[in-house]
Every structure is written in structure tokens, then in C-alpha cells.
T-cell receptor, first 112, second 114 residues
Framework: EAQVTQNPRYLITVTGKKLTVTCSQN?????MSWYRQDPGLGLRQIYY???????DKGDVPEGYKVSRKEKRNFPLILESPSPNQTSLYFC???????????FGPGTRLLVL | GENVEQHPSTLSVQEGDSAVIKCTYS??????FPWYKQELGKRPQLIID?????GEKKDQRIAVTLNKTAKHFSLHITETQPEDSAVYFC?????????????FGTGTRLTIIP
């Protein structure tokens, strides 16, 4: 089954404790992206990647890091999480750049 | 950078009536305009998209129109049904090789009244 998976689905952590949210796709897509969703603000792009070892900033990259060492994986790293990073995070992938993106199930993060 | 504004933020329509959601964008280089539907507790899913070389696109009860001159695009849903209740997001991208940033609107919560 073609899919985008994220782990964990729910996470509660404390300020400053490094964490990684994993994203994996089995569709051989070149393009992968991370978004955060907050009430009243919609979906905002954090980072995207056009292919292995190629990443670029979205609209809200501050406080986040990504890496793309393999085509199927695109982890999101929060080196020192802060409460304002409490949000619902979605990973997405596509074979056509920003077009026709398939979203993962989401990761709900709470930073205390 | 690109800025996408979406209106209204909430919309209620009687079942069977039409719904229209409007978006404006700021970057004249944007050339790809998708619409995503997000049901409660679910992930966003693409329902229709349009490229800048096309003025209108239809898919059954859903249509999107684009006015490049005015920099606005709209989603039209006809003969609305209860399963159309969801949050709808528009987005814009200057979708060319090397520039694949996607900017979303803030969403419209559509409620279909039986």
C-alpha cells in the first residue's frame, strides 16, 4: 500500500530536550516536505526537499532542522524545542514537486 | 515571499446549495493552485488543482476558477452533501524546477446543514 508514515503520532516533551519526528514514504517520491498546522494559521511549510541531499527552507524554518540522506526518509529535528513549537506536524511527499502532495497522518507535539 | 489570503473562514450552507471559497495570492510568479480538503482528525487530501495556463477546471461537483490578472482563485462546490463538511485549504506555488515552496491559506470550515 502506497503511504506516508510518521512516528511518533503523539509526543509530549519538555523545553530543550532534543527530539526527532520521522517521516517515511514508499512511493519513490523525490519531493518531501514538512508542515505545521496551528489553529487560525492553516498549514505552514517548514522545510522541503527536492531530492536526496537537497533541502530548502519553507516559510517557518526557525528552530527546525531536516536531513535527506535517503530518498524514502525525511526526519524533522527539533534541537531545543520550545513551547511555541507545540503544534500538529504533517509530512508530505510528491513525485511532481509541490504538486499532488500525499500527506502523512500527522504528529501532535506538546512542548511543556 | 508569497502571501495567500482565504475567505471566508467559516461557511454554512444548506444541503443541495452551492458553496464558494475565495483566495487571493500576492506573487505573480505563482503558477500552481491546489485545493486540499481536511476532514476532522484526518490528514489533508488534494481534491482539485489548476495551473496558471488554465482559467477553469471541473471535476464532478467541484470546480476551480483562476483569474491571473486579479490574482485570485475560487473553489466552487455544487449540490453540496453532508460529506462535504470539512476544512478546505487553498495554496499557491511558483512550481518550477528549483522553486517548490507551497504557501497555504488559513482555511475555510465548511458546514453542510441537512
Amino acid at each position: 500500500e502506497a503511504q506516508v508514515t510518521q512516528n511518533p503520532r503523539y509526543l509530549i516533551t519538555v523545553t530543550g530536550k532534543k527530539l526527532t519526528v520521522t517521516c517515511s514514504q514508499n512511493m519513490n517520491h523525490e519531493y518531501m516536505s514538512w508542515y505545521r498546522q496551528d489553529p487560525g494559521l492553516g498549514l505552514r511549510q517548514i522545510y522541503y526537499s527536492m531530492n536526496v541531499e537537497v533541502t530548502d527552507k519553507g516559510d517557518v524554518p526557525e528552530g527546525y532542522k531536516v536531513s535527506r540522506k535517503e530518498k524514502r526518509n525525511f526526519p524533522l529535528i527539533l534541537e531545543s524545542p520550545s513551547p511555541n513549537q507545540t503544534s500538529l506536524y504533517f509530512c508530505a511527499s510528491s513525485s511532481q514537486g509541490a504538486e499532488t502532495q500525499y500527506f502523512g497522518p500527522g504528529t501532535r507535539l506538546l512542548v511543556l | 515571499g508569497e502571501n495567500v489570503e482565504q475567505h471566508p473562514s467559516t461557511l454554512s450552507v444548506q444541503e443541495g446549495d452551492s458553496a464558494v471559497i475565495k483566495c487571493t495570492y500576492s506573487d505573480s510568479a505563482s503558477n500552481y493552485f491546489p485545493w486540499y480538503k481536511q476532514e476532522l482528525g484526518k490528514r489533508p487530501q488534494l481534491i482539485i488543482d489548476i495551473r496558471s495556463n488554465v482559467g477553469e477546471k471541473k471535476d464532478q461537483r467541484i470546480a476551480v476558477t483562476l483569474n491571473k490578472t486579479a490574482k485570485h482563485f475560487s473553489l466552487h462546490i455544487t449540490e453540496t452533501q453532508p460529506e462535504d463538511s470539512a476544512v478546505y485549504f487553498c495554496a499557491a506555488s511558483a512550481s518550477n524546477f528549483g522553486n517548490e515552496k507551497l504557501t497555504f491559506g488559513t482555511g475555510t470550515r465548511l458546514t453542510i446543514i441537512p
